[in-house]
């Protein structure tokens, strides 16, 4: 087996599964979503601050995403690790 189709295959592969932290992510967001729509149920008076929480949780919650993404991306066009063979 050539070294390189070995390495190339297994860069495919780690960047599908680096992608998959976008649904955890996802998942994540929903759940926050939720529970700040019933935190603001309970509480309509303190809507602001829920809500700020909420979408700085939700911020920090999609850089996880983005840094799957960014890995992805490296592995599939910038691979570093073909330079080595």
Known sequence: MDPKAFVL???ALGAGIAVCTGLGAGMGQGVA????AEAVARQPE????IMSTMLL????AE???IYGLV?????LFA?????KL
């Open 33 to 36: 979503a939720g529970k700040g």
């Open 71 to 75: 890995v992805s991306m490296l592995l």
């Open 63 to 65: 850089t996880t995403a």
């Open 46 to 49: 303190a809507r602001g601050a």
């Open 9 to 11: 295959g297994c860069s």
């Open 57 to 60: 949780g939700d911020a920090i």
């Open 79 to 83: 691979n570093p690790l073909v330079g």
